[in-house]
């Protein structure tokens, strides 16, 4: 079983640029997540997807746009990318009949 | 609001030593507690769970007991490997949570066995 795929694993980008981090879960999953992970600070939650087609902002949303396209994808846009966005960012899932997530293994961003 | 304090690190013990890594929450109601682990350059695996108070979670030899009277879900293990060596992340689900089950994590310990 795949879980959660998480592209692209690794990133550099100039400040200023775009880009749109990948999220796909098979698990049929109703409710899915963005987290970043900086070092002490543990992971924050960026935007959620309670079902397809709602989406929230987390604790950290500032920067950042997510689309859930359909219930397997989910995806994270950085319009205009800022040094202080070099982070892990690590997708997650969640079935309706559980509160364990599901963790893709992570991108690592850096922004110059 | 919901937060969780871990204790800090890095923990760095002997292999076949005693751990304990503490973990306080402040949450209203009764939320679901949990430990994650993650292993260099890998996401983030359930280790245990614990879903009300007075329940013990354990997994893989780790063992932590939701104690409402404390508000603590603290992790321990008899005697650790050197395959433990990772970080550990002590978590939240409130209730009720709404539809989103959203978590609220701990900053994490790092903890390094050494053989």
């Known amino acids: 079983n795949a879980g959660v795929t998480q592209t692209p694993k690794f990133q550099v980008l100039k400040t200023g640029q775009s880009m749109t981090l990948q999220c796909a879960q098979d698990?049929?999953?109703?409710?899915m997540y963005w987290y970043r992970q900086d070092p002490g600070m543990g992971l924050r939650l960026i935007y959620y997807?309670?079902?397809?087609?709602?989406?929230d902002k987390g604790e950290v949303p500032n920067g950042y746009n997510v689309s859930r396209l359909n219930k397997r994808e989910f995806s994270l846009r950085l319009e205009s990318a800022a040094p202080s966005q070099t982070s892990v960012y690590f997708c997650?899932?969640?079935?309706?009949?559980?509160?364990?997530?599901?963790f893709g293994a992570g991108t690592r961003l850096s922004v110059l | 609001g919901n937060s969780v304090t871990q204790m800090e690190g890095p923990v760095t013990l002997s292999e076949e030593a005693f751990l304990t890594i503490n973990c306080t929450y402040t949450?209203?109601?009764?939320?679901?507690l949990f430990w994650y682990v993650q292993y260099p350059g890998e996401g983030l695996q359930l280790l245990l769970k614990?879903?009300?108070?007075?329940d013990k979670g354990s997994n893989k030899g780790f063992e932590a007991t939701y104690r409402k009277e404390t508000t603590s879900f603290h992790l321990e293990k008899g005697s650790v490997q050197v395959s433990d060596s990772a970080v550990y992340f002590c978590?939240?689900?409130?209730?009720?949570?709404?539809?989103?089950?959203?978590?609220?994590f701990g900053s994490g310990t790092q903890l390094t066995v050494l053989p």
């Open positions: 698990m049929n999953h109703n409710s």
């Open positions: 614990a879903t009300k108070a007075d």
């Open positions: 978590a939240l689900s409130p209730r009720p949570s709404g539809s989103a089950r959203q978590l609220t």
């Open positions: 997807s309670a079902s397809e087609g709602t989406t």
């Open positions: 997650a899932s969640t079935p309706n009949n559980d509160r364990r997530q599901y």
């Open positions: 949450a209203t109601g009764y939320p679901s």
